[in-house]
């Protein structure tokens, strides 16, 4: 089953607006991580937060994680037309497991 | 600064050809590297990763393989296509001894199977 679950599937905003996503999981994590991947394209590290961390910020994102709640959630703030994409969360859960487990996605548009 | 490379783009298969798709890491030495297969509108399924020169793991059994000959090539091959093979195939790459770290993906490869 999927470890990590994106929330909503799909976003469709103004530029300017603030968006949030959402990110549940279900076991105990070591980091949880968010990535971008524009139409057709690789996917581009955005930001990792651990599992003893609660708030980390880069630029205009901001990630929360509660792991009490095992969620986490991506605030863009003030969206641009280029922050049209795709967004994951990764979680790594295991000592010495490789494995990261990617979500399914949540799409975000953003109408100029 | 580090690049990766993958190749070709896009290859349309016919069913029961052979694949090659290969992956190449620049900038760095002795990178853990991965193979993920992402279908339309799904998540990464993670399909091998490597911590070294012939070091290959595999997470999913299936019709696919992969080799690593040299320290930043890595290369995923099949003997005969399937339909269900069809998808976007990315490579990635990180660095140390904590796996889960960040990783850094290649631009992808279209594959259709028809």
């Known amino acids: 089953s999927q470890q990590g679950e994106e929330d909503p599937q799909a976003l469709s905003i103004q530029e300017g607006e603030n968006a949030t996503m959402n990110c549940s999981y279900k076991t105990s994590i070591n980091n949880l991580q968010w990535y971008r991947q524009n139409s057709g394209r690789g996917l581009v590290h955005l930001i990792l937060?651990?599992?003893?961390?609660r708030e980390k910020h880069s630029g205009r994102l901001r990630v929360t994680l509660d792991t009490s709640k095992k969620s986490s959630s991506l605030l863009i703030t003030a969206s641009r037309a280029a922050d049209t994409a795709s967004y994951f969360c990764a979680t790594g859960v295991g000592a010495g497991s490789y494995q990261l487990t990617f979500g399914k996605g949540t799409k975000l548009s953003v109408i100029p | 600064s580090q690049t990766i490379h993958q190749w070709p783009a896009t290859l349309v298969q016919p069913v029961g050809s052979p694949l090659s798709l290969e992956c190449t890491v620049e900038?760095?030495?002795?990178?853990?590297l991965y193979w993920y297969r992402q279908a339309a509108g799904r998540g990464l399924q993670l399909l091998f990763y490597s911590v070294g020169i012939g070091q290959i793991s595999s997470e999913v059994p299936q019709n696919l393989s992969a080799s690593r000959p040299q320290d930043r090539q890595f290369i995923l091959s099949s003997k005969k296509l399937l339909l269900s093979d069809s998808g976007f195939y990315l490579c990635a790459w990180n660095l140390g001894q904590v796996p889960q770290e960040t990783q850094y993906f290649g631009p992808g490869t279209r594959l259709l199977v028809l």
């Open positions: 937060i651990r599992s003893n961390e």
């Open positions: 900038g760095t030495s002795n990178p853990n």
